[in-house]
């Protein structure tokens, strides 16, 4: 008898507890609640939607500086996209953890942006480049013997890479065209979401797209009259889509997506010849690398003259960055400065 009235009490609060739960969140559902992974997505939705965006929950998970790649959710980050009305995300290899997030979402209406699959067939497959250095596996080549079991330790690490004969590069967010394809489909969800503010979302993204074809325009003026039509990364290459939609070819030590953080000899040896035969006047290194690889191919050219320079790759902007007004645009505004520097 006793246990009856403790399992019927245990029953109650229960449903008091989910019935609090639904009024709180009919309270807040007006709320539109947006979540989006890194900083080009959040910014061009805080831009389409203007000054309705006080009023909506606009969330960026990775904001602490982390970058994509190494980026591991958090239960409170899967709890916010649980939630969410819409979420928004790349959709590339670094993104694997999200199908997990979604399978267990609360909220059966969400809308998901897959930046990769919006773009369809403008994705990229990665490019190993000439003189690039390849991923770990082949790496171990040359301690033969006495690292035989490294060597299978390598081979099993990139196991997982054998299944898809093709990666894609994910860095989509890096083409000036490509964001305002993806903003406009930003502008579409927002809209089916919040029919209210329609008609504001259409007329923020009309400016919006405005913008970033003057400045997609200004990058192509740039590179038409440069003297130079190469740029060299001594680090990661994630800039692949912004070079090819300006005809622009590239060298660098790694793929986008590489893990890798050590040069071998080779690939700063390859490299240094080509700021060479090419007279290059600098080096480029993305925002969070140290530069480190970039400044050994400098010394390792013939005049030791040529400036290390950073290009922002987008990947790590900060909530804090994100607070105090550095936006997307802004960012590919500076990024076309040290480009204009790098084709002297």
Known sequence: MKLRKIIAGIIISLTLTASTFAAKK??????LKVVTTIFPQYDWTREI????????????????????????????DIAKISTADIFIYVGGESDGWVKDALKNAANKNMKVINLMEVLGDKVKTEEIKE?????????HDDHDAEDHDHEAEGHHHHH????????????????LRN?????????????????????SYKANFASYSA????????????VASASKKTILFGDRFPFRYLTDDYGLDYYAAFV????????SFETVVFLSKKVDELGLNSVLKIESGDGKIARTIVQNTKNKTAKVLTLDSIQSTTLKQANAGTTYLKIMEDNL??????LK
């Open 26 to 31: 009919s309270a807040k559902n007006d709320k």
């Open 49 to 76: 939607m203007g000054d309705k965006a006080s009023s909506a929950q606009l969330n960026l998970l990775v904001g602490n500086g982390v970058d994509l790649h190494s980026y591991q959710p958090s239960i409170q």
């Open 131 to 139: 003189g690039m250095q390849a991923e770990e596996e082949e790496d």
């Open 160 to 175: 997982h890479d054998d299944d898809e004969e093709v990666e894609y590069d994910e860095h989509v967010w890096l083409s």
């Open 179 to 199: 964001a305002k394809i993806l903003s406009a489909e930003i502008a579409e969800v927002l809209s089916e979401k919040d029919p209210a503010n329609a008609a």
């Open 211 to 222: 913008k970033l074809e003057a400045l997609d325009k200004d990058y192509t003026s740039v």
């Open 256 to 263: 986008g997506c590489s893990a890798e953080t050590e040069a």
């Open 337 to 342: 400065k040290v480009l204009k520097e790098a």
